[in-house]
């Protein structure tokens, strides 16, 4: 009976999982010693030394701010020489920026993420601008004899390109305004006829200004400035020379097809030189030897294009009596 109870218990405990089996066979061995203390199972043993240990603090000795002991008369581009974020250590200037709230000053330059995050312009100081300036004089040349005015700049070169550059914080460098070219030159600079003169500014309509007598061509449809630039230059090209084509139904033009009144090619002129010089025939229509025909030409002129008013029919009244050599006398 002892046998088979023992063979029982042997494929019992042999039918066991592994964590059982090992539990079982322990504890059928500790039998004979019923007080031994259950080991506890350290899976991270702990050293006694590390634990009686106290943990010593490190103190570590931070130098005071840069900008402490930074002196009056130092070398600024040598301390800020480039861009770059803004540093409070590095700036001997007590800045602030942000939100000020009622009685309280705003954040000073410590921990300021207002002055980190907007660019500065450090390093455009007096100083090293010029500095920059000095180094780039080698590279340039003396200013060209005969350009000393405006007028002479504008007479040699008529041409104004006009165009933008932005330096801003964003996650693209392109600016969409900076690809927008404007192009001015005057009209007087432009060798142009009657004909060509007069078709180029219906070609341009509300981009010529009378006053100033300056043309100005804007372009923005293309996505870069160099684009754009190439397309104001065609389009100025293209107006000037389609200014001076002449179409064959522009020689059915009668005077009443005309848009507008022109003195010099009208019969007012025509009979003006035949009446000056009767009773001889005129050889030609030249009106500059006759007194106060320029003055009459402008009133008969505006009276027609600009309408009647009380000021141009004034004006025409005493053209035409200077023309005539008639003085009124309204005494009596």
Request: hydrophobic share 35%.
């Amino acid at each position: 009976m002892l046998l088979l109870k023992r063979g029982c218990e042997v494929n019992f405990i042999q039918s066991l999982p592994k964590t059982l089996r090992f539990l079982a066979a322990h504890s059928s061995a500790s039998e004979p010693n019923e007080q031994e203390q259950f080991r506890v199972l350290e899976l991270f043993p702990r050293k006694k030394s590390v634990m009686h240990e106290k943990q010593k603090t490190h103190h570590i000795n931070i130098p005071p701010p840069r900008s402490n002991e930074m002196p009056i008369d130092q070398d600024w581009p040598s301390v800020w020489p480039g861009a770059r974020t803004f540093h409070p250590a590095s700036v001997p200037l007590p800045l602030r920026q942000g939100y000020q709230e009622k009685d309280i000053a705003p954040p000073n330059k410590y921990a300021n993420a207002e002055l980190m995050k907007i660019p500065n312009f450090l390093h455009l100081t007096p100083p090293a601008i010029q500095r920059h300036c000095e180094a780039l004089k080698q590279f340039c040349t003396e200013w060209p004899a005969g350009l000393e005015t405006e007028e002479k700049c504008m007479k040699h070169f008529p041409v104004e390109i006009i165009t933008s550059d932005y330096c801003y914080s964003s996650p693209t460098i392109r600016e969409p305004l900076a690809r927008i070219v404007s192009l001015r030159v005057r009209i007087s600079s432009l060798h142009l006829d009657t004909h060509a003169k007069d078709k180029l500014l219906r070609l341009l309509g509300n981009r010529y200004n009378p006053d100033t007598d300056i043309i100005t061509i804007t372009a923005d449809r293309c996505p870069t400035k160099k684009q754009n630039l190439e397309y104001v230059r065609y389009l100025l090209t293209a107006v000037y020379h389609e200014s001076w084509k002449v179409e064959s139904w522009e020689a059915e033009k009668s005077v009443a097809d005309m848009e507008y009144y022109d003195w010099d090619t009208s019969p007012s002129r025509t009979h003006l030189v035949t009446l000056y010089k009767w009773p001889e025939p005129p050889m030609d229509y030249d009106y500059e030897t006759i007194p106060h025909a320029t003055e009459y030409k402008i009133a008969v002129s505006d009276l027609i294009n600009n309408g009647e008013d009380q000021y141009s029919v004034n004006k025409y009244k005493e053209a035409v009596k200077n023309l005539l050599n008639l003085k009124c006398d309204n005494k009596g």
